[in-house]
């Protein structure tokens, strides 16, 4: 997360050697392509991008393709993402049959897919509505979706989004300016909602005896509603994990975390969904201190992060920073099948972290 102001910026200290600049940077992309190369098989494809593709009665998405992955975001509501998975494989993202296609309208819809919004969470200012369109450009690399100003709230929210095309990875910047005249406080807070029938898994913070370590790892936070002996929670030693039920006459469940690790997955099917995300240590986070939450009711679950607390004067804006990967692997239940097959997958991504 980054705090961006207007300002001037000095090439002095480039233009007095460019030439040992224009090697330095060489030798750093260097290293970087092997590093990357070390731990994925390169695609060797190319970004494609589709515009006025139609989805799901949206006439006007945006599709994004590297050959083997794609990803579809509406325009004419917005900034959203309504589907990442496999070509012609299983939307990871959960679509509300019943919204889908829909425009207009002052009542706020969820949609389904990745949205952006503003924490703390309050009704009705977190509930603003997305239904009307936005603007998109795109430069050849980067997806960039735009929304007006909300009214309710003086919040203009934007989504950049770089699809990788050597690798299953997808890099999100969200912004959050103010275009209020007054100074505003808060927190950038990406969502992502999955498709049902899935399992999260969130990190725990490493065992350390008694005595050696006296002060507390880490917060756990809890609402009012989460039910801790719900069957769909297993509190394991090294991980958290949570399995969506699609079972109508389960309840709703919530926790947050300060997630010091960065990272939180999400496997359906033989497919896994990783996120990445920053944890900043001397930040101040809402919801008591939490980076990470989760939440799920029968329809689907979603696998949040958020940014910093921030004080934003007119014209300031804040961003979080998301990676996505996307990996073919079976995640048993148990924490040896996590540990032998998940955390290799995040030990790969472990460069790309924001």
């Known amino acids: 997360m980054q705090t961006t102001k207007p ?3 000095s090439l ?6 460019p030439n040992r600049h224009s090697r330095r940077i060489a030798a750093l992309v260097g290293v970087a392509g092997i590093l990357v190369s070390a731990h994925f098989t390169p695609l060797q ?4 991008m589709e515009k006025n593709y139609s989805y799901g009665g949206w006439q006007n998405c945006v599709r994004l393709s590297n050959g083997e992955i794609e990803m579809i975001a509406t325009t004419d509501v917005g900034p959203r993402v309504i589907r990442l998975g496999f070509i012609n494989g299983q939307n990871l993202f959960k679509e509300v049959e019943s919204e889908i296609g829909k425009t207009g309208g002052s009542e706020w819809r969820g949609y389904g ?4 919004w503003h924490a703390p969470e309050a009704m009705p200012r977190t509930y603003a509505p997305d239904n009307q369109p936005i603007d998109c450009d795109w430069d050849g690399t980067t997806l960039r979706l735009t929304q007006a100003t909300e009214e309710s709230t003086g919040v203009q929210k934007q989504i950049n989004i770089t699809l990788d095309p ?3 990875r ?3 910047t969200h912004r959050i300016t103010n275009r209020n005249l007054w100074t505003i406080d808060l927190s ?3 969502l992502t909602v999955m498709a049902p029938g899935g399992r999260a898994i969130f990190p725990q913070e490493e065992y350390k005896p008694h005595p050696d370590y006296l002060l507390p790892a880490r917060p756990l936070v809890l609402w009012h509603y989460t039910d801790m002996q719900d069957p769909r929670w297993n509190w394991g030693t090294k991980y958290i994990q949570l399995k969506q039920d699609p ?10 975390l300060l997630n010091k690790k960065g990272w939180c997955a999400y496997t359906l099917n033989g497919e896994v969904f990783l996120k990445r995300f920053g944890f900043t240590p001397d930040a101040e986070y809402p919801d008591y201190n939490c980076n990470n939450e989760t939440f799920t009711n029968p329809d689907m679950l979603e696998v949040e992060t958020l940014g910093p607390m921030t004080k934003l004067e007119p014209g300031e804006a804040t961003e979080q920073v998301e990676q996505w990967f996307l990996f073919k692997k079976d995640i048993g239940a148990s924490e040896e099948s996590i540990d032998d097959n998940l955390l290799p997958l995040v030990e790969k991504t472990a460069s790309f972290a924001p």
């Not at 002095?12 to 050697?17: I, K, R």
């Not at 897919?113 to 952006?116: I, T, W």
């Open 7 to 9: 300002a001037k910026q």
């Open 12 to 17: 002095t200290h480039l233009a007095s050697n």
């Open 45 to 48: 494809g190319e970004i494609k």
């Open 113 to 116: 897919g990745h949205r952006l």
């Open 166 to 168: 050597e690798i299953n």
């Open 170 to 172: 997808v890099k999100l």
């Open 188 to 190: 950038p807070w990406c």
């Open 247 to 256: 079972s109508p006459d389960v309840s709703k469940q919530k926790i947050g």
